[in-house]
């Protein structure tokens, strides 16, 4: 397996390495000198400032000599490691704290001009190649009796000044190095916290594509990977039954078909023959009716089932009915087969009318199902009781018979597509096995409940929920 998904975080991990260097290198490193060399000329033009209005005006006001005025440069320029020199507004050097510059000295820096400073206090710059190499230089003007008579200079090498930028920049390195090594700390918990988990994940899906629905995740983390691992499994789970629940089903309905369409076909067959003489043959002609009607109520029954599916929505058309008056109604239509079998059907309903919130066909198809149910399962001379009670905002309706009842490791089984217990294959001749199905499915698709409570040879009941309907 590709491991694209790592492949591309550790890229993205270098990139960030190498973009964080080259940003570092560049912009924070001219940042930095740009900043270093601003507060650097700010500092030496204070200490300028102070020169040129203390010592260097003292000078030109006649209250300081030469000697004394060299002196004290000696000790600044010391001081701060740097050169300062005082010149005349036309460039001649008057004193220079490198040298002991005499009065009156022919040394002139040749091209001087105050105004190359433009609007600012300082310059870098070889200062008219009087350096080898670049300085910071700044003045401050000598101003006795309000005129300018020279200038302060002080210089101060590039290099050194960049120095201090350079081991601030290593401070910068070394915190980057400390962000780069905690973001490879990150990357590794992110493998083994979540990189891992995708991985056992896309190879458990890559067994599932391969029909290998064995496997198992087992990620039991209370986050969105647990969750998802969980939905595979889950879904593993499901897709691991499919093909066996695909082979009953149509092992079901084969079997449903394949009985009625092998008598249709033997009686047609023997009626075209003549096996069956002509005056028997309106005998074996109602059973192909009779064959032919279980047929389509198979098919029914499928499509009606089919609207629901196992995890669909079916469209339900909510309004608010007579649960009673449904009840009734119902019962009328089973006259004629409960007096056949001399079955009664007793109805117990809470109060002439009781209102309940629900799709009415449906709940109309979920009464005859379990009516005729009952009804078949039913001895004769029996009675079938419906019964409904309202309780805590609920309506509940019983369907209860005293027939053959239900065996115990058959009642979970009841409510599977085309199951049929034992004892009910030899009565139940017209019955499709999807009747408890579809009854199910139509409560369930109204968010309410049913149960089934039966003992073998003493009954069943059946008892469902409605919402009643609030005034």
């Not at 591309?8 to 930095?32: D, E, I, P, Q, R």
């Not at 190095?177 to 190879?203: C, D, G």
Request: aromatic share 12%.
């Amino acid at each position: 397996m590709k491991r694209t998904l790592y492949l591309k975080f550790l890229s993205g991990y270098l990139v960030f390495a190498l973009l964080g260097f080259a940003l570092v290198s560049t912009v924070t490193n001219h940042g930095l000198r740009n900043q270093v060399e601003t507060l650097e000329a700010r500092t030496l033009y204070t200490e300028c400032t102070e020169i040129a209005s203390r010592y260097a005006l003292n000078y030109y006001n006649g209250s300081m000599e030469l000697a004394d005025l060299h002196g004290h440069l000696e000790t600044f320029s010391h001081y701060m490691n740097t050169r300062i020199e005082v010149i005349d507004i036309s460039g001649r050097i008057i004193i220079d704290s490198a040298n002991n510059a005499a009065p009156d000295s022919d040394t002139v820096i040749d091209g001087f001009d105050i105004s190359d400073f433009g609007s600012k206090y300082y310059m870098v710059s070889r200062f008219y190649n009087t350096f080898s190499e670049n300085h910071l230089t700044v003045f401050a003007p000598i101003t006795p009796n309000y005129r300018v008579r020279g200038y302060v200079l002080i210089h101060k090498p590039i290099a050194d000044i960049y120095a201090y930028s350079y081991d601030l920049l290593n401070v910068v390195y070394l915190t980057l190095l400390f962000i780069f090594l905690l973001a490879f700390v990150i990357l590794f918990l992110f493998s083994l916290l979540i990189y891992r988990p995708i991985r056992k994940i896309t190879s458990v899906a890559d067994a599932y594509i391969d029909g290998d629905f064995s496997q198992k995740i087992n990620i039991h983390t209370e986050d969105e990977l647990g969750h998802l691992a969980a939905a595979f499994d889950y879904m593993a789970n499901e897709l691991n039954t499919l093909e066996d629940d695909q082979r009953k089903f149509v092992s079901n309905v084969s079997h449903d078909f394949r009985s009625p369409l092998t008598s249709i076909k033997g009686y047609i067959e023997a009626i075209l023959d003549g096996t069956i003489p002509y005056e028997m043959q309106d005998k074996y002609l109602n059973i192909i009716l009779f064959e032919t009607e279980r047929l389509n109520k198979l098919t029914s029954s499928l499509l009606e089932l089919n609207k629901f599916g196992s995890h669909g929505k079916t469209i339900l058309y909510i309004k608010s009915f007579d649960i009673n008056y449904i009840i009734r109604m119902t019962a009328l239509t089973f006259e004629g087969i409960c007096s056949e079998k001399h079955i009664s059907i007793e109805l117990i309903l809470s109060g002439q009318n009781l209102y309940v919130t629900a799709d009415m066909a449906k709940i109309q198809q979920v009464i005859y199902n379990l009516t005729d149910n009952a009804i078949k399962f039913s001895h004769p001379d029996s009675s079938i009781t419906i019964e409904t009670t309202e309780k805590n905002g609920k309506v509940f309706v019983s369907v209860k018979d005293s027939g053959i009842g239900i065996p115990g490791d058959s009642l979970k089984k009841i409510w599977e597509r085309f199951y049929k217990t034992d004892v009910s294959r030899g009565k139940d001749k017209r019955g499709t096995g999807l009747g408890l199905a579809i009854v199910k499915e139509i409560i369930q698709a109204h968010d309410e409940n049913i149960n089934v409570i039966s003992t073998e040879g003493v009954g069943t009941e059946f008892i469902f929920t409605l919402s009643l309907t609030k005034e």
